[in-house]
């Protein structure tokens, strides 16, 4: 019951403050295309050469890392705002830590999972990755 409340919560808040959204959009869309533009086609390649295996897990890893630093990040900032306020609630017993983490938890893995998904489409079809779409998201979003 308590986990339910605060995940309604959640979505609540996340409703009221779209500027959050549309922030995490923008740095996730600037940040993918960044990457697609530096390392443009470097995967449609044939590999014959050291260089271009090296190009191509350069820019998996370049992926990976602004992944976890664009869903990690914001996440962190978010618990200190928080606090005063789960500090209070959380002494007069209206909920208990687990159920808040719950709902926090939950909330963040959709909204990583739209970030990874943004990321991942524009990531995957610039540099022109070769591998299955579904692994590469799994991977990405297993990362964030």
């Not at 007069?92 to 489409?121: D, K, P």
Request: with cysteine; glycine share 4%.
């Amino acid at each position: 019951v308590q986990i339910n409340y605060l995940f309604l919560r959640e979505v609540r808040n996340l409703r009221r403050a779209t500027h959050i959204i549309k922030t995490r959009t923008m740095m996730t869309f600037m940040i993918s295309l960044a990457i697609g533009c530096i390392f443009y086609q470097v995967a449609a390649n044939d590999y014959t050469t050291y260089i271009q295996a090296q190009s191509t897990f350069g820019s998996l890893v370049m992926a990976l890392m602004a992944n976890v630093f664009s869903t990690a990040l914001p996440s962190l900032i978010v618990f200190p705002e928080e606090r005063p306020v789960f500090l209070r609630e959380y002494s007069t017993n209206h909920y208990s830590v687990v159920a808040y983490f719950a709902s926090r938890l939950a909330m963040e893995l959709f909204v990583s999972g739209l970030q990874v998904s943004l990321s991942a489409i524009i990531t995957y079809f610039l540099v022109g990755f070769t591998a299955n779409f579904g692994i590469f998201w799994a991977g990405l979003y297993l990362m964030a």
